[in-house]
């Protein structure tokens, strides 16, 4: 993953003469290469203004870069997610443009201004997590495939407990300013509870993390329309990448916090999905600042590593699997939400069965909606909603006999809601405890904490 900073007072201008544009940490802007410039520059659109860049690797006129705005101590910081070829971890060095003035010329005011200059800026070798633009063979993919399982399974954790360190390290202003700053964006990502609506869903599905790599890829397209806004796991790892570099400013010590919380169950395919309870913070309001960073730098790669698992499991099976016939599309995700006071985890699983044969019998596709919610009062809740045409089929499993009870009582409701949105509710079931869940296969996962 490449690092291009940007000074902290630098900001983007506009090309109508407005003042300039900042950049919020966590935000993806697609960038254009406008032009070659002299001396190996290339000069990039982004939306608000242009950047200059200098490369060794050739980039032609009309290529895509997307990147995504990090932040430091030093300011801010652009991580290249992708180059127009579909390359990763290039070296370069950028040069701002402040408005018609080259950045040379807008160092030198700002050095005699008593201010650093803010000209070249480097970029560092690490490597992004996005695929390359050609397809690799077959079996090696599915060799890496099962090398990134076998890493994430170890490491994965649920992302409640970093939400919940993250909003308790917020408020006791133990993060630096540019830190802090990302991490807002990161909890602006969770879905409001008492504003739940289709749209909202949707939205949340998109920014969950699962098509980030396919939408790098996709912006690669001349045809592809710039897409920007804030995705979960591109705010995940400029996170991780901001909070390595704090460790490396403090001293390393766990000092004062309690135990991490157990992680959820992994997810793969066909695995039902986890009722993820509310988490409680494990940071004391004065954890030292080492520790934070330690804390924090752990969950932020457990939750990676978790969505990592997600995305797996919602790679389309090869023509030799057991399902490929029955599953042809399957999306496995996890919606953050804001409940009260803290943070709660919804675990998705999508599904579409395959047997229609031509596009004139694909209404009789069957989309499967599976979720699992732990919310208080409630506890624990599943749900199994199937659409076939306009036929909607629901069961809800409580964990709880009250709340199993409750969901009964108000079980009209649901009938009703489903009406409105022209769909036939058929065979609605409420349920006690949890839904059975098919064993995993032989060797899936192998339990090393026992």
Do not use: C
């Not at 544009?21 to 002299?38: Q, S, Y």
């Not at 659109?45 to 932040?71: E, F, I, M, S, Y």
């Not at 201010?115 to 490597?127: C, D």
């Not at 099962?146 to 993060?175: C, F, H, M, N, Y």
């Amino acid at each position: 993953m490449d690092l291009v900073s940007l000074p902290s007072l630098l900001a983007i201008p506009n090309s109508f003469g407005a003042p300039p544009t900042a950049l919020p940490p966590g935000e993806i802007i697609d960038a254009l290469v406008l032009a070659l410039l002299d001396n190996g520059l290339v000069r990039l659109q982004v939306p608000d203004g242009t950047l200059d860049v200098r490369t060794p690797v050739p980039l032609a006129v009309g290529a895509k870069v997307r990147l995504a705005v990090n932040g430091t101590s030093a300011g801010l910081q652009v991580v290249v997610l992708t180059d127009g070829s579909g390359r990763t971890g290039t070296p370069a060095t950028v040069v701002a443009r402040q408005g018609a003035e080259v950045a040379s010329r807008a160092g030198a005011e700002a050095a005699s201004a008593g201010l650093e200059p803010a000209v070249e800026i480097a970029l560092s070798g690490a490597t992004a997590s996005v695929p390359q633009s050609a397809s690799p063979p077959v079996a090696p993919a599915t060799e890496s495939i099962a090398a990134a399982v076998q890493a994430a399974a170890s490491r994965q954790g649920g992302l409640g407990p970093l939400l919940a360190d993250l909003e308790q390290a917020i408020k006791t202003e133990a993060l630096p300013q540019p830190i802090a700053a990302v991490v807002a964006r990161v909890l602006d990502a969770r879905l409001p509870l008492d504003a739940l609506s289709a749209a909202g869903l949707r939205q949340a599905l998109t920014r969950s993390g699962l098509f980030l790599e396919a939408s790098l890829a996709a912006s690669l397209s001349p045809d592809a329309n710039p897409v920007s806004g804030l995705d979960l796991k591109a705010a995940l790892l400029v996170l991780r990448q901001m909070i390595q570099a704090w460790t490396q400013s403090e001293p390393r010590t766990t000092e004062g916090l309690a135990a991490a919380t157990s992680a959820p169950p992994p997810p793969y395919r066909g695995a039902p999905p986890s009722a993820q309870s509310q988490a409680q913070t494990s940071l004391p309001p004065y954890a030292p600042s080492g520790a934070v960073a330690q804390r924090l730098l752990a969950e932020t790669d457990a939750a990676l590593a978790r969505q990592t698992l997600l995305q797996v499991a919602s790679l389309p099976e090869t023509e030799a699997g057991s399902h490929a016939v029955a599953r042809a599309t399957q999306w496995a995700f996890e919606i953050p939400l804001a409940a009260g006071q803290g943070s709660a985890i919804a675990q998705f699983e999508i599904t579409r069965d395959g047997h229609a044969a031509t596009e004139a019998s694909a209404a009789s596709f069957t989309w499967r909606v599976r979720f699992s919610v732990n919310l208080e009062p409630m506890g624990p809740v599943h749900a199994l909603v199937a659409l076939a045409g306009e036929r909607a089929a629901v069961t809800l499993w409580a964990e709880r006999e009250t709340s199993a009870s409750h969901l009964r009582a108000h079980g009209a409701l649901l009938e009703n809601a489903l009406r409105a949105v022209a769909l036939e509710p058929r065979d609605i079931q409420i349920r006690t405890g949890a839904p059975a869940a098919p064993p995993p296969a032989a060797g899936r996962f192998l339990d090393r904490a026992s």
